[in-house]
């Protein structure tokens, strides 16, 4: 017979059962007392219908195809030979039980396979958080293709909100119908991808941001992936994810053990919204996340501004603009190091260019730590050009299979970590330019996809990726105060373990303020705002053409953590003191908006996008209105706002963007015509809404909310 134990979050409970087999979840949704664990198991018994296996199979934790589960197994592998290739566990001593975690422990003696789950869920948070340890107990080694978690999901969550995107398109959602069969996302791009992404999230029909059952799913790793959504004909639903291993890639010897990417759920009662929130309140309770204290710094970055042309007057000169427009950071990107003149060569040569920096690095850094900037610079250091001295002294330490020929993506090959001699060498040159020179900053870059990734003669992409870990974390526990991006050609790198070794990520590599309000939709739903690499732009988009004006691509870069990356050098004075006024507001805010709860406002009105930031205790909130396209209506609808206090009363004011914006049709709404707003009760808000000026397309406005006593 089957045991059950109950795991409880702030607003939801876990129901496992174990002891009969292996182990399951039975329930995950809002909490239910610990008084109902065995009644709600019993009532949630399943008969058997008519053509089916004895004994039905439950959704286990890892579902077994050796008990008759057809849908995706959770280990498939098999010994030389073909044996042990579906096995059946039974349940191994007691679990071990605290109060926020349950440790599982199940063996197969017959397949020779033993694993141990964890699964944590805090008292006062809502995200679960767990992973499977498996170990080799026979004398043979055992070659494993997948090693993945799932978890049961109620038939009346039958809508799937899942991600796709490219280049430039992050984060792009997918809004499905949750038919009988199964959504399969795979990744095999050796980074977290920008097509397919590892998150998803299932509710009851018509689900929205502040409505409706949501259940969240994230596998927090940074390379291949599976995530699936299945309804079995029988009608249950489960999702189920793990690593992608390629044939081969893991082969356990005798006593070896593997373990899983940890994988998050979240579920929420509140709609999508809440789902999110409860995403950012268990990454911000973490310690790898940036303290409220740690504030993010603004920052100015070379890119979009030098290119590779990189000549020190003018960065000089680029510095002392940053500095008084406000900026506390001076990102140098790319084009620094030797050969580096265009993306054709000096990828892996991390020393400074002699013939761009005559005096070194330092006449620069100096001059930006000087002005009291942080000074930070950017590497890809998984690179490497076949164009550079390291290719041509270790062409054997490139990531690809040696009896083909190199494939090549912007004109780069990917270096092997997992070769300990790579491994050093790029440990040993990053630690010195941290050592040698005052940064306080890396962007961390990798811009292409692993292809025939070879390591040790086997698929190498799961040991480059530990290689990575392994490499963030000795540099960040040589170089402590450094702060380190994960880009990966904007948001190819975007997961919750990358997350441990850095504290933001480079949404996109899209500057276009457009473009950017979806792009950064899509990012919110798993990441706060303080993770979210956000920049003002030119004014012309170097990925798209599109021209705004500065109040707009400020409104949209505003609620992020705030970059520039735009030549000011060829700035006009106007736009530099607009720029300067934007990072003040930004300045202003950023305590509210890197700490408070993030709300997306749902709109009948494709035309407009709304979202924003309200504090903890609701006293505050700003939101930015963007209209991104032609309205359909002369007038546009009122705002419902979400996530106040009902009973607070808010003063509701516009908030002057600087910069050119848009302009407010023939008059404004008439509460915006007085200096004060209006004054009305959070319930008003959310019930009645507030009325928004005429807008022309492409242009943006901030709302900003004070409870008033
Ligand atoms: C990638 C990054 C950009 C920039 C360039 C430099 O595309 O995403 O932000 O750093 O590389 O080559």
């Given at each position: 017979m089957a045991e059950h134990l109950l795991l409880h979050g702030k607003t939801t409970s876990v129901l496992i059962a174990h002891g009969d087999g292996a182990p399951s979840v039975v329930y995950w949704g809002a909490k239910i007392p610990d008084t109902d664990a065995d009644a709600v198991a019993a009532a949630l018994h399943r008969p058997l219908a008519h053509a089916s296996i004895d004994v039905e199979a439950p959704v286990a934790l890892i579902p077994e195809l050796g008990s008759g589960f057809f849908g995706s197994p959770g280990i498939k592998g098999a010994r030389p030979g073909g044996g042990a290739w579906a096995p059946r566990f039974r349940s191994v001593g007691e679990p071990e039980v605290g109060e926020d975690h349950v440790l599982l422990r199940c063996a197969d003696d017959v397949a020779g396979l033993a694993y141990a789950i964890?699964?944590?869920?805090?008292?006062?948070?809502?995200?679960?958080?767990?992973?499977?340890?498996?170990?080799?107990?026979?004398?043979?080694?055992?070659?494993?293709?997948?090693?993945?978690?799932?978890?049961?999901?109620?038939?009346?969550?039958?809508?799937?909100?899942?991600?796709?995107?490219?280049?430039?398109?992050?984060?792009?959602?997918?809004?499905?119908?949750?038919?009988?069969?199964?959504?399969?996302?795979?990744?095999?791009?050796?980074?977290?991808?920008?097509?397919?992404?590892?998150?998803?999230?299932?509710?009851?029909?018509?689900?929205?941001?502040?409505?409706?059952?949501?259940?969240?799913?994230h596998l927090g790793w940074s390379g291949n992936s599976r995530l699936v959504a299945e309804r079995l004909s029988d009608g249950r639903r489960y999702l189920q994810a793990g690593e992608l291993l390629f044939p081969g890639e893991v082969e356990l010897a005798p006593g070896e053990e593997i373990t899983s990417p940890w994988l998050y759920g979240v579920h929420s009662v509140r709609g999508l919204g809440e789902a999110s929130r409860g995403f950012h309140r268990y990454l911000r309770d973490r310690d790898s996340h940036p303290s409220p204290d740690d504030l993010r710094k603004v920052l100015l970055n070379t890119w979009e501004a030098v290119y590779f042309k990189h000549d020190v007057p003018t960065?000089?000169?680029?510095?002392?603009?940053?500095?008084?427009?406000?900026?506390?950071?001076?990102?140098?990107?790319?084009?620094?190091?030797?050969?580096?003149?265009?993306?054709?060569?000096?990828?892996?040569?991390?020393?400074?260019?002699?013939?761009?920096?005559?005096?070194?690095?330092?006449?620069?850094?100096?001059?930006?730590?000087?002005?009291?900037?942080?000074?930070?610079?950017?590497?890809?250091?998984?690179?490497?050009?076949?164009?550079?001295?390291?290719?041509?002294?270790?062409?054997?330490?490139?990531?690809?299979?040696?009896?083909?020929?190199?494939?090549?993506?912007?004109?780069?090959?990917?270096?092997?970590?997992?070769?300990?001699?790579?491994?050093?060498?790029?440990?040993?040159?990053?630690?010195?330019?941290?050592?040698?020179?005052?940064?306080?900053?890396?962007?961390?870059?990798?811009?292409?996809?692993?292809?025939?990734?070879?390591?040790?003669?086997?698929?190498?992409?799961?040991?480059?990726?530990?290689?990575?870990?392994?490499?963030?974390?000795?540099?960040?526990?040589?170089?402590?105060?450094?702060?380190?991006?994960?880009?990966?050609?904007?948001?190819?790198?975007a997961d919750f373990e990358i997350l441990r070794y850095t504290k933001r990520i480079w949404t996109s590599d899209c500057n276009d303020a457009l473009e950017r309000q979806r792009i950064q939709r899509g990012f919110s739903m798993l990441f706060p705002p303080e993770l979210m690499g956000a920049h003002v732009g030119p004014h012309q988009s170097h990925t798209t053409r599109r021209t705004h004006g500065l109040g707009f691509r400020g409104a949209i870069a505003f609620m992020g953590h705030l970059g520039i990356e735009w030549n000011l050098l060829d700035a006009t004075e106007a736009e530099r003191k607009q720029v300067a006024e934007l990072v003040a507001l930004h300045k202003q805010f950023r305590p509210l908006l890197h700490t408070g709860d993030l709300v997306r406002l749902d709109s009948l009105d494709d035309a407009t996008l709304t979202q924003g930031v309200v504090s903890e205790d609701k006293r505050e909130g700003l939101f930015v209105y963007a209209r991104i396209d032609t309205a359909r209506s002369s007038i546009p609808d009122p705002v419902q706002f979400a996530h106040l206090d009902p009973d607070a009363r808010y003063q509701a004011r516009i908030l002057g963007l600087p910069g050119p914006g848009g302009e407010f049709g023939r008059t404004k709404p008439q509460w915006m015509q007085e200096p004060s707003g209006v004054t009305l009760s959070g319930r008003a808000l959310m019930r009645a809404g507030l009325q928004p000026p005429v807008l022309d397309p492409e242009s943006a406005l901030l709302f900003h909310l004070t409870v008033v006593d």
């Open positions: 964890e699964l944590w869920l805090e008292p006062g948070r809502d995200v679960l958080a767990f992973r499977v340890t498996l170990t080799n107990t026979a004398d043979a080694p055992y070659s494993l293709g997948r090693l993945s978690l799932s978890l049961p999901l109620p038939t009346r969550a039958n809508e799937i909100l899942d991600f796709t995107g490219r280049w430039c398109d992050e984060f792009h959602p997918r809004r499905t119908a949750w038919e009988a069969g199964a959504v399969i996302n795979e990744n095999r791009r050796g980074r977290s991808s920008h097509d397919h992404v590892a998150v998803l999230f299932a509710g009851t029909e018509g689900f929205d941001e502040n409505h409706g059952e949501v259940w969240g799913f960065l000089k000169r680029l510095a002392d603009v940053a500095a008084e427009v406000g900026a506390e950071r001076f990102v140098l990107d790319d084009g620094w190091f030797p050969n580096r003149n265009d993306d054709t060569g000096g990828l892996g040569d991390w020393w400074v260019d002699p013939t761009k920096y005559p005096n070194g690095l330092d006449e620069l850094v100096d001059h930006v730590v000087g002005l009291g900037l942080e000074f930070g610079l950017w590497f890809e250091p998984e690179m490497v050009n076949p164009d550079s001295e390291l290719y041509r002294a270790h062409p054997e330490w490139v990531l690809q299979d040696p009896a083909y020929p190199e494939i090549l993506g912007r004109n780069q090959l990917v270096l092997n970590l997992a070769n300990d001699d790579a491994y050093a060498y790029v440990l040993e040159h990053l630690d010195r330019m941290l050592t040698d020179h005052a940064i306080g900053y890396v962007k961390w870059d990798m811009n292409r996809d692993h292809v025939q990734p070879v390591h040790a003669g086997r698929a190498g992409t799961r040991a480059q990726t530990l290689a990575l870990y392994r490499l963030l974390g000795e540099l960040t526990t040589r170089h402590p105060d450094v702060e380190f991006e994960s880009c990966s050609s904007g948001g190819g790198r």
